[in-house]
């Protein structure tokens, strides 16, 4: 069983920054495309920022030029650093990845973390 932990939400004040963390654990054969999305309170869940297996990038418009998404392949993680951060950046942030698992290479799984919440607010 493969899964996504992520980690270092929190409270920030507006202008601050937050870097998220998620690995990838469990049995693994390969991850394809790696991401992050969020969700606030009454609205649906989006894409924040995208990195595909070859290190393309994609992003929200809301957030280009504010967040960075990045990835270490050799730890199996993803990493979102989060800039000049705004109230409406307050979410639930998810991370998501494609992932092949050992037991069946033929499926891979779109998994989700648990999420972890980022609050910006003075």
């Known amino acids: 069983q493969v899964q996504l932990v992520e980690s270092g939400g929190g409270l920030v004040q507006p202008g601050g920054s937050l870097r998220l963390s998620c690995e990838a654990s469990g049995s693994i054969f390969t991850i394809n495309a790696m991401g992050w999305y969020r969700q606030a309170p009454g609205k649906q869940r989006e894409l924040v920022a995208h990195?595909?297996?070859?290190?393309?990038?994609d992003y929200a418009d809301s957030v280009k030029g504010r967040f960075t998404v990045s990835r270490d392949y050799a730890k199996n993680m993803v990493y979102l650093q989060m800039n000049s951060l705004r109230p409406e950046d307050t979410a639930v942030y998810y991370c998501?990845?494609?992932?092949?698992?050992?037991?069946?290479?033929?499926?891979?799984?779109?998994?989700w973390g648990q999420g972890t919440q980022v609050t910006v607010s003075s």
């Open positions: 998501n990845a494609l992932i092949t698992p050992t037991q069946n290479i033929l499926q891979p799984r779109n998994t």
């Open positions: 990195i595909s297996g070859g290190g393309r990038t």
